[in-house]
């Protein structure tokens, strides 16, 4: 461990944000990040992206939220969170001093919302950068996703951008008919980089009492059944936009990370995986390190979209 | 508190009734640490399907390097642990969440548990009638408690089988044991709850365990007689670490608390039963 990764290079750009290595956590897997401190050197990691937060405390769904499913779980948590006074009061304090890389999820329904949130934590110290999540429903548009709709995740990114001078990276939802679409209208729009993905919609239904199995009926699929969709949408993003792209979707070991840096991710997050092995996120970097050094690569940039096609 | 992911190995697996079986696993790390209510997160095995680890209160602790957990088979997770064979590695997490709160020095108390929910209780009554130096509240009256500490168990099951071994093991400690079970087949026929109504005015402390219904009729009960309770709640959770935030329940005050982080164990008075 470590020793390998010292003879390769794994630092990345994310646009204006350097990181020092490509792993990131998903946001919603990971806490405030000091609920894994016992168990994880945050130090180790690329950084750490918290939990949505919203500009009010938002209390979250009724139970059931979460549900295994086969490889995955569904969670329709209803984004609780403590809202950005008390993140900013209670949580960056232990985020200031985690040795890695802070960036902030940030969610709201209505884009005044995310302008005000983004101008709130701008200059807030420890923060290097924003990940807007545009799967929430627009409240002023009936509740159509912004994610769902380019000209609304344009406007969100938009207004974002107008409002900080910290990195901003759009998180997409897969649940749409074309990613390429959102990613250039995202792209268009300014973001200086792009997440995918966040959950499938999905649904569980306990057969016995006939009910659903979450409160909430819907919730969002994650974990490694989603991996094959996440790497697909990776890299036809990666593959239609200039900024770069983040990687998200079933990542649990390092052999996933390599195939979504494969396919053009300049990072990936771990999400799930957090949740199962909370070690994860640090052996992931370890093993791109040693996957470099068995490949003749002294670089993780080498290997950025670096997928064979053809014959 | 430390929290620890350790790989533990498999000690011993006994079946101890049709459906319970007991896990004694070598775990130093965690069983150092472990303070009775507690709880570890364990993979159902080296892969990724079944996916999520399963939430399990720790059954006993011997202080040192051994603890046990008490497994009903449910589905298909529990049954991959109930077929582990010693020598095999099992991952897991802990301890977590917040223990049992030690009752005042010699009060009587009332520890009641119902199926799978007997599980923490043993810790709790071994720890509570015998001097173990791990939880440092009790180290200045341990010795006098293992004299006066009278302790009543009462136990329920759907049938006799599943308590001849939990029973027994909380006599030999010296607590006082009743059962009862949906069959009638050993003790009371009908709900261990009823039970307790009797021994109320002989007790200063409840401590719970069991499924929802239950355990919000033995709160009741605590409140109208105005005895203290502590229950040590059950939700479905992925993590145990506070961060998937899925193992909600109805908290008193409209919040929802997260039975990771703020419990296993409350104070009944904290959940909203009626919810």
């Known amino acids: 461990m470590g020793s390998v990764n010292h003879a390769v290079d794994l630092s990345v750009s994310l646009g204006p944000l350097s990181l020092a290595n490509p792993v990131l956590t998903a946001s919603g897997t990971f806490g405030y990040g000091a609920e894994f401190a016992h168990l994880v050197p945050l130090a180790r990691l690329g950084g750490v992206v918290v939990k949505g937060i919203s500009l009010a405390p938002r209390p979250g769904n009724p139970p059931p939220r979460i549900v295994e499913t086969p490889c995955g779980m569904l969670n329709a948590i209803g984004l609780e969170n403590v809202g950005a006074e008390r993140f900013i009061a209670d949580k960056m304090d232990f985020l200031r001093t985690c040795g890695c890389r802070v960036i902030v999820n940030i969610l709201g329904d209505s884009i005044e919302e995310y302008a ?19 799967s929430c429903p627009n409240v002023k548009k009936g509740g159509v996703a912004f994610g769902t709709v380019p000209e609304m995740a344009a406007a969100v990114t938009q207004a974002v ?68 969709i996440a790497l697909r949408m ?61 490949q003749g690569e002294s670089s993780v940039r080498a290997i950025i979209g670096s997928l064979r096609l053809g014959a | 508190m430390p929290e620890y992911q350790e790989n533990s190995i498999i000690d011993q697996v006994d079946r101890i009734a049709e459906s319970f079986y007991r896990l004694t696993l070598h775990a130093p790390l965690i069983a150092a640490t472990a303070r009775p209510g ?20 720790i059954h006993r602790c011997n202080g040192s390097d051994t603890l046990q957990l008490l497994i009903r088979v449910v589905g298909r997770g529990t049954e991959l642990l109930a077929r582990c064979r010693p020598g095999q590695g099992l991952s897991l997490v802990g301890p977590l969440g917040q223990g049992f709160n030690p009752p005042a020095p010699s009060a009587p108390v009332c520890l009641i548990g119902g199926g799978i929910g007997i599980a923490p209780l043993l810790f709790w009554a071994e720890r509570l009638k015998e ?15 293992k004299e006066h500490q009278p302790c ?37 026929h009908g709900l261990v709850t009823d039970l307790l109504a009797a021994r109320l005015s002989e007790v200063d402390k409840v401590y719970a365990c069991g499924p ?26 992925a993590c145990g670490l506070g961060a998937c935030l ?27 039963w009626d919810r």
Request: with cysteine.
């Open chain 2, 212 to 237: 929802m219904p239950m355990m919000a009729a033995v709160a009741r009960s605590c409140r109208d007689a105005q005895v203290a309770c502590e229950v040590s709640l059950e939700a479905h959770m």
């Open chain 1, 116 to 134: 005000s949130l983004a101008t709130r934590l701008t200059g807030v110290a420890g923060i290097d950068g924003l990940e807007v999540n545009i």
């Open chain 1, 161 to 228: 951008k107008a409002a900080t001078d910290l990195p901003v990276i759009v998180k997409l939802s897969p649940n749409v008919t074309d990613i390429v679409a959102m990613a250039r209208a995202v792209e268009a729009a300014g973001a200086d980089a792009i997440s995918l993905i966040n959950t499938l919609i999905g649904m569980a239904i306990d057969a016995r009492t006939r009910r659903p199995r979450l409160a909430n009926v819907i919730g969002g699929l994650s974990g490694p059944a989603i991996k094959p």
């Open chain 1, 234 to 294: 990776v890299w036809q993003v990666a593959s239609a936009v200039k900024i770069p792209v983040i990687g998200i979707g079933g990542i649990a070991t390092a052999e996933d990370a390599i195939e979504f840096l494969l396919a053009g991710a300049a990072a990936i997050q771990v999400g799930t995986a957090n949740f199962i092995n909370p070690a994860a996120a640090g052996q992931i970097v370890d093993g791109i390190g040693e996957y470099l050094h068995q």
């Open chain 2, 131 to 145: 001097h173990q130096p791990c939880t440092v509240p009790l180290l200045f009256w341990a010795e006098r408690l």
């Open chain 2, 38 to 57: 507690q709880f570890v997160m364990a993979a159902c095995g080296p892969f990724l399907d079944p996916l999520l680890r399963r939430p399990f209160s």
């Open chain 2, 152 to 188: 009543t168990v009462l136990l329920g099951s759907r049938t006799g089988e599943d308590l001849l071994q939990l029973s027994a093991e909380f006599s030999q400690l010296g607590c006082r044991v009743e059962t009862a079970t949906d069959d009638g087949s050993l003790g009371h």
């Open chain 2, 246 to 272: 899925g193992c909600t329940v109805h908290g008193a005050g409209g919040l929802y608390l997260h039975v990771c982080k703020k419990g296993p164990v409350v104070n009944a008075e904290e959940v909203a």
